[in-house]
């Protein structure tokens, strides 16, 4: 009985995890490569995501990365209907993308300490 429900929460925590990657996705896709970006456009593409997103119910996040998206993708729903200027916008959330993919790779990516020393042998 308990294994079912660790099963259902890991589901459950995924499927919420992709709801949030494929918001972040959709909405930075739309920054990136419109043409005409306005306000009103970035409302209505939040508004579509958001519908996917309700569908999924809200999950705990223990892992850093994870809560990093989950502020992020609050961040990009704050904005809707803000009378902040889109190109302020476009620019203040690609740059927090590529911090929170800088984060990840950090932790992804490891730079050898002693770099030097693994050539030693060779002389």
Same mark, same amino acid.
């Given at each position: 009985?308990?294994?079912s429900k660790?099963? =259902?929460? &890991? #589901?459950?925590r !995924?499927?919420?995890?992709?709801?949030?990657?494929?918001f972040q +996705?959709?909405? @930075?896709s739309? $920054?990136?490569?419109?043409?005409?970006?306005?306000n009103?456009?970035?409302?209505k593409? =939040?508004? &579509? #995501?958001?519908? !996917?997103?309700?569908?999924v119910?809200?999950v705990q996040?223990y +892992?850093g990365e @994870?809560?990093d $998206?989950q502020?992020f993708?609050?961040?990009?729903i704050?904005?809707k209907?803000?009378?902040e200027d889109?190109?302020?916008?476009?620019?203040?959330l690609?740059?927090?993308a590529?911090q929170?993919?800088?984060?990840k790779?950090?932790?992804?990516?490891?730079?050898?300490k002693?770099?030097?020393?693994?050539?030693?042998?060779?002389?």
């Amino acid at each position: 009985m308990a294994a079912s429900k660790k099963v =259902i929460e &890991n #589901a459950s925590r !995924l499927r919420y995890i992709r709801a949030l990657q494929r918001f972040q +996705k959709s909405i @930075l896709s739309y $920054l990136s490569n419109s043409d005409t970006l306005d306000n009103e456009k970035y409302n209505k593409k =939040i508004d &579509n #995501a958001l519908k !996917l997103l309700n569908r999924v119910e809200e999950v705990q996040l223990y +892992k850093g990365e @994870l809560q990093d $998206l989950q502020q992020f993708v609050k961040k990009m729903i704050a904005y809707k209907d803000s009378n902040e200027d889109i190109d302020n916008i476009k620019e203040e959330l690609l740059y927090s993308a590529n911090q929170l993919e800088k984060s990840k790779n950090a932790k992804r990516y490891k730079k050898d300490k002693h770099s030097y020393s693994k050539y030693e042998d060779w002389e």
